[in-house]
């Protein structure tokens, strides 16, 4: 299955694209995308599934698209 991937921010420059359409197995969680883009773990990110939020066990379907963000605080 193909799924397009967008990173904000920093993501983004750790990558090395800002948006890119990636292809998994058709049982490809939230996980497996980000493994695939190889962000690593040094920083939390919030990842949605077509403008909604989603753990990173839940699956994908074909044509979704996920947005990962960087968790941000402030105030």
């Not at 939390?44 to 996920?66: K, M, P, S, Y």
Request: net charge neutral.
């Amino acid at each position: 299955m193909k799924v397009t991937v967008r990173l904000i921010g920093p993501l983004a420059y750790t990558a090395g694209f800002s948006e890119k359409e990636i292809t998994l197995a058709a049982s490809a969680t939230a996980a497996d995308a980000l493994a695939h883009v190889h962000l690593g773990k040094a920083r939390q990110t919030i990842v949605t599934r077509n403008g909604r939020a989603i753990a990173d066990h839940d699956g994908l379907e074909d044509g979704d698209r996920l947005t990962v963000s960087p968790v941000y605080s402030g105030g």
